[in-house]
């Protein structure tokens, strides 16, 4: 059962979300149009351009993929171009909408509907694989997202999924820096914070976990495995950005990709 006060917490992520979706905040171009999509795309691409390799964009030619906090369908929209039977899903209305409009200007099939990774309207063992970016440590039960995302996988379905990473130089550096910035203004702002305000001051949830973490929540699952990393960091210098990616982020970046399947 979800707590009131969890509910309370969701309805601010639903609005908050609803209100600028993931992906907007890069462009001024107005969204719903081709310019804008194209731009979206060529943004995120190219400070994650990790993302065919980790997310594996190729390797569902044919497989029901769902995709949990689908926002604007970037991600999506490579699964299914490269053969996989999208559906998506959003809290929000706003990332839904958008993105089956986007699908629709390519002529993809691909399904979009607002709903909670809590609470997902699909059958038991509905899909070959699930995937979800950055995503589950805004709601506030991981948990019972987790547990959903079990119970909607076929057995021997693979999910890919990338939680905020805690043993990361964004909170050993990131969590003293801001905690001293706050006492210098008046206000203790710790850890959580810091991890929340990562998708912008009033974001009402962030959260993040260890490897070891994961292990526990994922435990339903075999062959847990996973691989760190981070995006580019457009306040960066881009020695510092080439520094991070090659020698920093694969250790103690802020992204952790989780990879495992459903038991037989
Ligand atoms: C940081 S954005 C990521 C969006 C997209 N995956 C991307 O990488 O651009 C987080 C998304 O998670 C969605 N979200 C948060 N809680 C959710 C929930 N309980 N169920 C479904 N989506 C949720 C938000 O609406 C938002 O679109």
Redesign the pocket.
């Known amino acids: 059962m979800q707590t009131q006060q969890d509910a309370a917490l ?1 309805a601010e ?2 609005d908050y ?2 209100a600028q ?3 907007t905040q890069f462009t001024d171009l107005p969204p719903g149009t081709k310019a804008f999509y194209d731009e979206v795309e060529r943004f ?1 691409y190219a400070t994650q351009p990790f993302m065919e390799k980790l997310c594996g964009f190729k390797n569902y030619r044919g497989k029901k993929l769902l ?6 369908g ?2 999506s929209l490579q699964f299914a171009r490269n053969g996989a039977i999208v559906t998506g ?4 209305e706003e ?1 839904p909408r958008l993105a089956q409009q986007r699908f629709n200007m390519e002529g993809l099939q691909g399904e979009f509907l607002s ?4 609470n997902l309207p699909f059958e038991d063992a509905t899909f070959d694989v699930v995937y ?5 440590h ?2 506030p039960d991981t948990q019972r ?1 987790i547990d959903e995302v079990y119970r909607v996988l076929k057995p021997s379905g693979e999910i890919v999924i990338m939680l905020y990473h805690k043993h990361s130089l964004h909170t050993w550096i990131g969590v003293p820096l801001f905690f001293l910035g706050g006492l210098l203004k008046g206000k203790v702002h710790g850890y959580k914070d810091w991890v929340r305000v990562y ?1 912008g001051g009033s974001n009402p949830l962030g959260k993040a976990y260890s490897r070891s973490d994961a292990r526990k929540m994922f435990h339903k699952f075999r062959g847990v495995h996973f691989t760190i990393c981070d995006s580019y960091r457009r306040k960066y210098p881009k020695f510092l950005n080439a520094i991070n990616q090659s020698l920093l982020a694969p250790w103690s970046g802020f992204w952790m990709m989780i990879y495992c399947t459903k038991k037989e």
């Not at 899903?89 to 929000?92: A, E, R, S």
């Not at 709903?115 to 809590?118: L, T, V």
């Open positions: 969701k992520v639903h979300w609803n979706p993931c992906g995120r995709e949990i906090g689908c926002g604007l970037t991600d899903i959003d809290l929000t990332g709903a909670d990774a809590e979800s970016f950055g995503v589950l805004h709601t997202a998708d």
